[in-house]
C-alpha cells in the first residue's frame, strides 16, 4: 500500500496563495496518477473539490471555485493543490487521493491550512 | 440532490462486531458504487471498501478479514460490519458515493455522509 506525504500544516495570509503539496513513494510516479483533492472542515465531512491528471485532463468538483487548481511536479513526484486569492472560509484540512490500478484507495495523512 | 446518512450504535464493546448504515436519499443507489470511509479522532481518513449496486465488493487489504459490506436495493441502503473490534477502531465513519468513470479511469467521492462516531469501550 503506497504512501502519500503531506506537511502537516500551512500558512498563508488572505489574499495570498497557498500551494499544497503530496508526495508519491520514489517507486510510483506522479505522471502515471490523477491526483484527487478533498477538503474537510471541522465537525463536517470532507468535500470533493477537484482531480488533476495534466493541464488537458482535470476536472473541478461541482461548485468548486476555480481558485482551487491542481498540477504537478514530475521532478518532485508531487501533487500540488494551489489555492490562489486565499479566503477565511478556506482554512480547512486537506487530504489528497490517488487510486492506484489493481490496487486500493490511498489517503494522504492531510494538511492543515491557517488562513492567518 | 443525493444525501446519506449513517446510522448505527456509537459504543461497541471490544472484540464485538460494529453494524452501520448508510440510507440514501434523493436518488436510486441503483447503478452506481458506494463506500465507507474512516477517520479516528484527528486523524487522517483511511478507506474501508465499496459495494456496487449490485452486490460486488472491494475491500481494504488491512481490513478485509473484518469486513463485510452489504446492499439493500429495496430500502434504498448499504450497510458495513466491522468483527472483532479494538480500541484502535475507534472513529468517525463515513459512507458516501463513489463516482467512477471507467474509460478515463477517475473514481472519486461525492457526496459524503456527515458521519458517525463510533466508540469501542467496554
Known amino acids: 500500500q503506497p504512501v502519500l506525504t503531506q506537511p502537516p500544516s500551512s500558512s498563508a495570509s488572505p489574499g495570498e496563495s497557498a500551494r499544497l503539496t503530496c508526495t508519491l513513494p520514489?517507486?510510483?510516479?506522479?505522471?502515471?496518477?490523477?491526483i484527487y483533492w478533498y477538503q474537510q472542515k471541522p465537525g463536517s465531512p470532507p468535500r470533493y473539490l477537484l482531480y488533476y491528471y495534466s493541464d488537458s485532463d482535470k476536472g473541478q468538483g461541482s461548485g468548486v471555485p476555480s481558485r482551487f487548481s491542481g498540477s504537478k511536479d514530475a521532478s518532485a513526484n508531487t501533487g500540488i493543490l494551489l489555492i490562489s486569492g486565499l479566503q477565511s472560509e478556506d482554512e480547512a484540512d486537506y487530504y489528497c487521493?490517488?487510486?492506484?490500478?489493481?490496487?486500493?484507495?490511498?489517503f494522504g495523512g492531510g494538511t492543515k491550512l491557517t488562513v492567518l | 440532490q443525493v444525501q446519506l446518512q449513517e446510522s448505527g450504535p456509537g459504543l461497541v464493546k471490544p472484540s464485538e462486531t460494529l453494524s452501520l448504515t448508510c440510507t440514501v436519499s434523493g436518488g436510486s443507489i441503483s447503478s452506481y458504487y458506494w463506500s465507507w470511509i474512516r477517520q479516528p479522532p484527528g486523524k487522517g481518513l483511511e478507506w474501508i471498501g465499496y459495494?456496487?449496486?449490485?452486490?460486488?465488493?472491494n475491500y481494504n487489504p488491512s481490513l478485509k478479514s473484518r469486513v463485510t459490506i452489504s446492499v439493500d436495493t429495496s430500502k434504498n441502503q448499504f450497510s458495513l460490519k466491522l468483527s472483532s473490534v479494538t480500541a484502535a477502531d475507534t472513529a468517525v465513519y463515513y459512507c458516501?458515493?463513489?463516482?467512477?468513470?471507467?474509460?478515463?479511469?477517475?473514481?472519486?467521492?461525492?457526496?459524503w455522509g456527515q458521519g458517525t462516531l463510533v466508540t469501542v469501550s467496554s
Open positions: 459495494i456496487y449496486y449490485s452486490g460486488s465488493t
Open positions: 487521493m490517488i487510486w492506484p490500478s489493481n490496487a486500493h484507495v490511498v
Open positions: 458516501a458515493r463513489l463516482l467512477v468513470v471507467p474509460a478515463a479511469p477517475l473514481y472519486w467521492f461525492d457526496p
Open positions: 520514489s517507486d510510483i510516479n506522479v505522471g502515471s496518477y490523477n
